[in-house]
């Protein structure tokens, strides 16, 4: 009786071994990606106005590492993971070199779960196309099912900015490319040397880095800059609002123009923080040192909006997190570092009558006695700002099959 008992456990075992292998299987294989070779992924059309920062490392493919150019110095130094060591780096001169089979390379990689330590996760499982490269949740599961402790930033013309994440910690694409990969919730790949080899079993990567770098030899360097070049290819240009500003384009309603005339104004100062083509903080030149560019405080593009008297999470430092782009701002719910606002409504109560009187609360929310000054918009003057913010969606953008999946389901 006990040894049949004992048979039957075991039995039951194994069938529940191999049904759970089988599952995994069917989660980690994701087949061979399949490349149209026609999309042209180099000089990304950005908005009119608007051109990429200055704050970028420059790689040379045919070397597949990265090259700082120091006009100053007279020449360059070559660092794996394109960390410079030397020199003032306002002088430095920065720029994303995009490359189609580079970032065809990097496309695969931004895709492909075996950049996971368990083979479940890819950079897109927290970037969505159809939002926006946001994922619609307040918080993100990484690679074991543990939850990331902010939101998804969606990506949106990170060619155009010097700082990036929430906390604004990277000040380049190159920096930002494995940091997700690397990081011990997200993806668990703490060692680089295992990904490349892991990465070189794989029979779809040699003919790409290849075609990339000219050898089919996979290092960390070579990941990053691929990576960099795909995500700094990534560029929404062609929102109603950017047809509208152009000869023969679809004018806004009515309704949508009061919210542009709020949205500038000097009453609600929307466009105080998020200026310019790419309606987000404009953060200059990157600078180490501190003391900002021409003096007085480098806050590289953040902000303390009042969200919490005493900020649990400090961001950059005392409640100062990253001012966003507001393109796509209606694909990219829930709002802010910890999506705690589900709605664009949600995020206009707090700017007219949620604001807290927090230590370093950004002036533009003070009165001239430093008390919260909240922004007084009327109920038909919220509705048409949030219309207005409608016409920052481009559908071109989220539909665009260069930026697609590549693992063909």
Known sequence: ????????????????????????????????PVLDESYVYENPKLPDGLNAASGFINFDPSLGIPVVNNPSSGGGVFVEGGVPIFGNFNEINRNVVVTNPGAALGRVLFYDKSLSLNN??????????????????????GFEGKLTSRNSMAILNPITQNNLFWDSRSQSIHDLSLRPVQNHIEMGMENMEYLTRKLSEIDYYGP???????????TSTRISDAL?????SITTADSRFDKSLKSGGTPLTELENL???VFFSSKAKCSSCHSGANFSAPDGIFDPYGGGIGGGED????????????PKDTGLGEGKFKIPSLRNITLTAPYMHDGRFKTLEEVLEHYTGGIKATATLDPKFKDENGRVRPIPLTPLEKKAVIAFLGTLQDDVFTKDPKYSDPFKK
């Open 120 to 141: 479940t996760i890819s950079c897109s499982s927290c970037h969505h196309q159809d939002k926006a490269f946001a994922d619609g949740q307040v918080s993100s599961p």
């Open 228 to 232: 960099s070049q795909f995500i700094a």
């Open 1 to 32: 009786m006990t040894k049949t008992f004992l048979l039957a456990i075991a039995v039951i075992f194994t069938l529940s071994l191999n049904s759970c292998t089988e599952e995994v299987k069917e989660i980690t294989s994701q087949g061979v």
């Open 208 to 218: 790409l880095f290849t075609k990339a770098y000219g050898s089919n030899e996979i």
């Open 299 to 310: 806050l590289r593009g953040t902000a303390n909006i009042g969200l919490e008297l005493l």
């Open 259 to 261: 919210g542009k005339n």
